[in-house]
């Protein structure tokens, strides 16, 4: 299976982007999924996660009240909605499965990531 995130790109402080996460090999619908990020010298973070069903969600306290995640499973995709965007948003974002811990390690499949980049 591989992992697709699209979306990213340059936006001003306050801006919105919408971000896709899309699944080949094996439907994306029956899969935990979640969205980390990288920002240069520093660690992967969490930033968001969704069960299969839709029915649960997790944000970190970064993004909380900012960001959304929802999944359409009829079109095999995850989205990651994110609104007030901040320069310290500025990251590649990755989308990763099966699982909707906060920790990189409980999750076996990665996309490649998208950059996304907020200016001042």
């Known amino acids: 299976v591989q992992l697709q995130a699209s979306g990213g790109g340059l936006v001003q402080a306050g801006g919105s982007l919408r971000l896709s996460c899309a699944a080949t090999g094996r439907p994306l619908s029956s899969w935990n999924v979640g969205w980390f990020r990288q920002s240069l010298g520093k660690e992967r973070e969490f930033v968001a996660s969704i069960s299969w069903t839709g029915g649960t969600e997790f944000y970190a306290d970064s993004v909380k009240g900012r960001f959304i995640i929802s999944r359409d499973n009829a079109k095999n995709t995850v989205h990651l909605q994110m609104h007030s965007l901040k320069p310290e948003d500025t990251a590649v974002y990755y989308c990763?499965?099966?699982?909707?811990?906060?920790?990189?390690?409980?999750?076996?499949?990665w996309g490649q990531g998208t950059q996304v980049t907020v200016s001042s």
């Open positions: 990763a499965a099966d699982s909707l811990s906060k920790w990189t390690t409980d999750y076996g499949y």
